[in-house]
């Protein structure tokens, strides 16, 4: 069983910045970030895949994310610019050791974090 711990979020205002860190007790093949905002269901935010050379994002998040890892130190990192209001959510940090492409779909990951609130002020 993996252990997996996110760091990293906060309250910042809209437009300004924010970095995910999501550190694993072991080696994970593809990871990949949800979300949950207040009242809603979990929905996928980025997946990345071993190598880091495949990577998937969400429309809503496609070109202000981005997703990457270090396989050293067994960590996944969200860097968030431009954060929007809409973006307020608790984030997940998911994992698995399935084989395949990455994942956009949450009961593909066997390992889950704890969550890391972001809250965006307008």
């Known amino acids: 069983q993996v252990q997996l711990v996110e760091s990293g979020g906060g309250l910042v205002e809209a437009g300004n910045s924010l970095r995910l860190s999501c550190a694993a007790s072991?080696?994970?093949?593809?990871m990949g970030w949800f979300r949950q905002a207040p009242g809603k269901g979990r929905e996928f935010v980025s997946a990345?895949?071993?190598?880091?050379?495949?990577?998937i994002y969400a429309d809503s998040v496609k070109g202000r994310f981005t997703i990457s890892r270090d396989n050293d130190e067994n960590t996944v990192y969200l860097q968030m610019n431009r954060l929007k209001p809409e973006d307020t959510a608790v984030y997940f940090c998911?994992?698995?050791?399935?084989?395949?492409?990455?994942?956009?779909?949450?009961?593909?990951?066997?390992?889950w974090g704890q969550g890391t609130q972001v809250t965006v002020s307008s």
């Open positions: 990345i895949s071993w190598s880091g050379h495949s990577t």
């Open positions: 072991g080696r994970t093949l593809s």
């Open positions: 998911a994992g698995t050791n399935r084989y395949g492409n990455v994942r956009n779909n949450d009961n593909e990951y066997e390992f």
